[in-house]
């Protein structure tokens, strides 16, 4: 964000957690701590705990964790800058003025969503039409319902170096290219499409908003699945496949799980496991597990049933090492070979 850690350490350090959680949750005193029945799943026995020193919530049912700023934007729903304003009020503190490049880079970042659903329309628009003959095959071949299609927001880009471009000119090509949807091969040549004979499917951040594309080829060549570039909008270290549906379906189900691919994702929503999701083509970062540790002390692992499966396994295991303990674990399935 654009606020310094100094200021919102202040913030913090000005704010009692346990009068400000006690606004809306009864605690009970716990030694050094307060206890109460966690606001964020269901229990009878108290395992929400509030620690002032410390300035952060804890609950060991399901690992909710976070610190005044975090207890309003996730149990009251509060926007980021209006938590910290209403905190800076009652503590009685200015909020400083925005710096004004981290503003402009927000600015820029926001008309970027804009491209992002306009480019998404578009190629839906595509798997339509005549051209879309062999993406719509491909979907029928793997069984892909005409709900899921929608749902996952299926669409084809043709197999030319201009179209996007031309259909989204008003834009401007320098936000394409930002956006990743067009390559700027040189400054002295013509940017063009990305995406060329692919079927396309949108990546959505955290809440629900298209921030790439993941697009896959139709007949033989390579790669097979090609995803956008990191733009400001999409660091794949940072981003996993179906968060947003597979958030709330895994506190229905009370466990995620983590498939290899993208596609995998999609058939087990169509099969009712929505509480699926996926790595961008790369091995699983810390910052993924983190994100899946706020959905589950202990994601299930689920890869191919084959050498390459079980050695990105292992490996995501040793990547998990450091951080597992009697809270945050990993869990495996082994797939039959082939499978
Ligand atoms: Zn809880």
Not at 315 to 335: D, I
Request: charged share 25%; proline share 7%; hydrophobic share 40%.
């Amino acid at each position: 964000m654009t606020l310094s850690p100094a200021f919102l350490d202040e913030l913090r350090a000005r704010t009692q957690l346990s009068t400000l959680i006690a606004r809306s949750l009864k605690l009970q005193r716990a030694g050094r701590e307060f206890k109460a029945c966690c606001p964020f799943h269901n229990e009878k026995t108290p395992t929400f705990y509030v620690n002032d020193e410390k300035g952060f919530y804890h609950c060991f049912g399901c690992q909710a964790h976070g610190d005044a700023i975090r207890w309003l934007t996730d149990a009251k729903g509060l926007a980021f800058m209006d938590a910290v304003k209403e905190l800076a009020d009652a503590a009685g503190m200015e909020v400083p003025a925005p710096d004004p490049r981290a503003q402009a880079k927000a600015e820029r970042a926001a008309g970027l969503y804009e491209v992002m659903e306009a480019a998404a329309r578009w190629f839906s628009e595509q798997l339509e039409g005549i051209e879309g003959a062999a993406a719509r095959d491909y979907l029928d071949g793997r069984g892909i319902s005409e709900a899921t299609r929608r749902r996952f927001g299926f669409g084809f880009a043709p197999d030319a170096r201009g179209r996007l471009k031309t259909a989204l000119k008003s834009f401007g090509n320098e936000k394409l290219v930002e956006a990743g949807l067009l390559i700027a091969p040189d400054e002295d040549k013509e940017p063009y499409d990305r995406f060329r004979g692919r079927l396309t499917f949108p990546i959505r951040d955290a809440r629900g908003r298209c921030i790439a594309f993941s697009a896959r080829i139709l007949g033989p060549g390579e790669p097979k699945y090609l995803n956008s570039p990191d733009t400001p909008l999409f660091d794949k270290g940072r981003t996993l496949f179906n968060l947003d549906l597979a958030a709330p379906a895994s506190r229905a189900a009370q466990r995620v799980i983590v498939v290899e691919g993208q596609m995998d994702v999609i058939a087990l929503d169509q099969a009712g496991l929505g509480e699926a999701v996926a790595p961008l083509g790369t091995a699983l970062t810390e910052a993924q597990l983190g994100l899946l540790w706020r959905l589950s002390p202990s994601p299930l692992l689920c890869f191919d049933g084959d050498a390459a499966g079980q050695k990105a396994a292992i490996r995501a295991a040793l990547g998990a090492l450091p951080h597992v303990g009697p809270g945050p674990s990993l869990s495996f399935v082994t797939l039959p070979p082939g499978k």
